[in-house]
């Protein structure tokens, strides 16, 4: 069994808590390190959490030699309160931890992206989903996992309307999301993080994209 050390950001978001948990009980992993902005609570012998200002990134902060780097950050145009904190949390700031991570020789990078990303879209969200996308690409690492789940289903502290409505219609009419539609399908937060986790343990050279139908399939078997 190769032990390893991840670094997680966003780890205190819905599919990063998922993750943290999956990764301290797996036996796979030695050392997990959050980056977080506020104390997330979570006590274990394998947690190292660092408690930093994103503004101020720099490898510093990163004082372990990393193996892999998961990225579950991001935000809502409602708490962003603008597109340039938005495009900040959302692109910046995992780019940032990214080339960063590359520089210290990590080997692979896994984040969450959307399912309509896309750098050319009109739509500022896709667009900066896209962007992120193709800005890791370009980065040398062995390894770069996209995950690109549909709405996420799961315990959320803030109440989220707009998602809440679509979790209701999505559960409502569950049975029509078959065949070409499965990919559309609301998936659970704790799949995505799974999925992550397996993906992590392949290691395939290169991109991997995983729309949500194969998020769903790799997080559940
Ligand atoms: N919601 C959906 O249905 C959906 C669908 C597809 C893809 N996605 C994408 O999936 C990813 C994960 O989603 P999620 O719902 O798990 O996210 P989430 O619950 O909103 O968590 C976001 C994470 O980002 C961190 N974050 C936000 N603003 C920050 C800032 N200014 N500085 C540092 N950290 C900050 C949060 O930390 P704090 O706890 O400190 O705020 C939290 O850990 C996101 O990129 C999202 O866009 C979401």
Avoid: W
Wanted: some cysteine; charged content about 25%.
């Amino acid at each position: 069994m190769t032990t390893k050390t991840a670094l997680i950001v966003g780890a205190t978001g819905l599919v990063g808590r998922e993750l943290l948990i999956i990764l301290l009980q797996r036996s796979e992993y030695k050392k997990v390190i959050t980056l977080v902005r506020k104390p997330q609570g979570i006590y274990h012998e394998k947690l190292v959490e660092k408690v930093i200002d994103f503004d101020q990134l720099d490898e510093n902060m990163i004082d372990y030699q990393i193996d892999d780097v998961f990225s579950c950050l991001g935000t809502t145009i409602k708490k962003a309160k603008s597109q340039e904190v938005m495009r900040k949390i959302d692109v910046m700031y995992p780019l940032m931890i990214a080339k960063l991570t590359q520089n210290i020789g990590a080997k692979q990078f896994l984040f969450v992206s959307a399912p309509t990303a896309n750098s050319s879209s009109r739509i500022f969200y896709s667009r900066i989903k896209g962007e992120l996308e193709d800005e890791v690409k370009k980065l040398d690492f062995h390894s770069v996992s996209i995950f690109r789940p549909s709405l996420l289903l799961g315990k959320r502290e803030e109440f989220r309307l707009g998602e809440k409505t679509a979790e209701l219609l999505y559960s409502a009419f569950s049975f029509l999301f078959i065949g070409p539609l499965k990919r559309a399908k609301a998936i659970q937060g704790h799949t995505v993080a799974n999925a992550m986790f397996k993906s992590a343990q392949l290691a395939h050279n290169g991109v991997s994209i995983y729309e949500s139908d194969q998020i769903e399939q790799l997080g559940t078997n």
